[in-house]
């Protein structure tokens, strides 16, 4: 059982080394521009709502593909029963960011098709709070910054 948990915790790591890149960007619409800096705060939005709404259901079905594909099915089992309780709990919450100021892609999709912003932070001074929130100790209440890598399908099958 322990060692079972230790495989999976290697494929699916909770929390990825941070790269140290100085500066990092969050495409948004002119008035979303004009809120953050008047509140100096970005707001966390439910990935249901995000432009890419099927993107966690896809990354979950992938995953137990590959899990089920690679792993002992016991193992498997357990794990995924773990991770529908998470799921379960409700909607994660995120804030986009993104490596490179200037991405058409993220004009079209999150700067109003162009006539938006692309805000640059300094990531070592962006005040994010990496850590329990509330009094809460469970680890599924946790606030972090973490870069997402994209998985290619056919790499994955």
């Given at each position: ?106 004009w079209r999709a999150y700067a109003k098709d ?44």
């Amino acid at each position: 059982m322990k060692l079972c948990g230790m495989m999976i915790l290697e494929i699916v790591s909770y929390k990825r080394t941070l790269n140290k890149m100085n500066t990092i960007y969050h495409y948004c619409s002119p008035e979303s521009f004009f809120s953050i800096i008047q509140n100096q705060r970005l707001w966390l939005s439910s990935m249901d709502h995000m432009n890419d709404y099927m993107e966690k259901k896809w990354f979950y079905s992938t995953l137990k593909k590959y899990l089920y594909k690679n792993l002992d099915a016991n193992c498997v089992d357990q794990f995924i029963a773990h991770l529908d309780d998470n799921i379960s709990i409700g909607t994660p919450f995120a804030c986009c960011l993104s490596k490179s100021g200037d991405i058409l892609s993220q004009w079209r999709a999150y700067a109003k098709d162009g006539f938006g912003v692309s805000i640059g932070f300094d990531r070592e001074k962006l005040d994010v709070y990496d850590g329990i929130i509330g009094n809460n100790l469970d680890p599924k209440h946790r606030l972090t910054l973490s870069d997402i890598s994209y998985m290619d399908i056919n790499v994955i099958e």
